[in-house]
């Protein structure tokens, strides 16, 4: 029973990971960034979330979508003030990570300064806990799965219906000859980025509401994220999100013979395993062509 109850946790968990990576690989494949300042916009989403609830005293619902709105927004506003300067200056892919890093750093310390290094929680006391037989699911583990469930069929058939969605596609696969092809690439970026941002607000309004926000929330998440879209094939979403479920399972069931401080090594020891022997990641096989 133990064994079940550690993979249902690793649903929970990956399906939250799976949010922010499938986000963070968004962004990757149509802009070619390694976007590691995904991490201040989740922590962003997260401290949203605390002003609507603690401070506007807004229902959860409304304070779900005021997070949602700021995520997607602080993704676009670190596009506009960071990445696009530098495309404008022809800037290489090494400049822009190095950008995105100072980003994070900065976006973490400015959280520090204005809210304190101090955990705030949004709520007291447990969650709701629904319990079978030995088996226990809490209300979150329900909603992280209804909303998997939802979005990513919406996302992928916005991706393939719409005209947007197509765009994003086509600039993933060929950047030049979408250019030719007469895209409004700068406009797309900023679509890209309040998309990905977004799928970010998801994970950290339950991951906020659960066990609060602090200013360095966002790192570890995006780190795990990182390494979800490395370990299901860089290009590939539902390789992403494949590797995020694989990642959170391995850390929770991890944890029937090893103590909580060991997950994060699960995690190297993961990403080095598929680096040796697996470098093109899960399925890597399916990717003649780069693709969102």
């Not at 209300?139 to 197509?166: E, N, Q, S, W």
């Not at 679509?191 to 509401?209: E, H, M, P, Q, T």
Request: net charge positive; charged share 10%.
């Amino acid at each position: 029973m133990l064994l079940l109850q550690l993979f249902i946790d690793g649903m929970a968990s990956g399906a939250l990971y799976a949010l922010t990576a499938v986000g963070f690989a968004i962004i990757y494949n149509g802009t070619r960034i390694l976007h590691m300042a995904h991490g201040a916009v989740f922590t962003a989403g997260g401290y949203a979330l605390y002003i609507a609830v603690k401070l506007l005293n807004l229902p959860i619902a409304v304070a779900v979508v005021v997070a949602l709105a700021s995520a997607a927004a602080f993704g676009v506003l670190i596009d506009l003030l960071v990445y696009r300067p530098l495309r404008a200056r022809k800037s290489s892919e090494a400049a822009l990570f190095i950008g995105s890093i100072g980003a994070l750093t900065l976006c973490q310390a400015v959280f520090a300064l204005i809210f304190t290094t101090d955990t705030l929680y949004l709520r007291q006391g447990p969650l709701p806990i629904y319990d079978f037989g030995e088996i226990s699911i809490t209300i979150m583990h329900i909603i992280a799965a209804g909303i998997v469930i939802v979005v990513f069929p919406i996302l992928h058939l916005f991706l393939t219906l719409t005209k947007y969605g197509r765009a994003i596609r086509a600039l993933a696969d060929n950047p030049k000859l979408s250019v030719v092809r007469g895209v409004n690439v700068e406009r797309l970026y900023m679509l890209i980025f309040a998309i990905g941002s977004l799928l970010a607000g998801f994970a950290v309004s339950l991951i906020a509401y659960d066990l609060g926000v602090r200013p360095e929330m966002g790192f570890p998440v995006m780190f795990v994220s990182l390494v979800a879209v490395i370990v299901g094939g860089v290009g590939y979403l539902p390789g992403a999100a494949a590797g995020a479920f694989l990642l959170g399972l391995l850390q929770n069931l991890s944890l029937w013979q090893l103590s909580g401080r060991w997950q994060d090594v699960v995690v190297f020891g993961a990403l080095l395993i598929f680096l040796i022997f697996r470098p093109a990641g899960l399925f890597g096989h399916m990717l003649s062509t780069r693709r969102v």
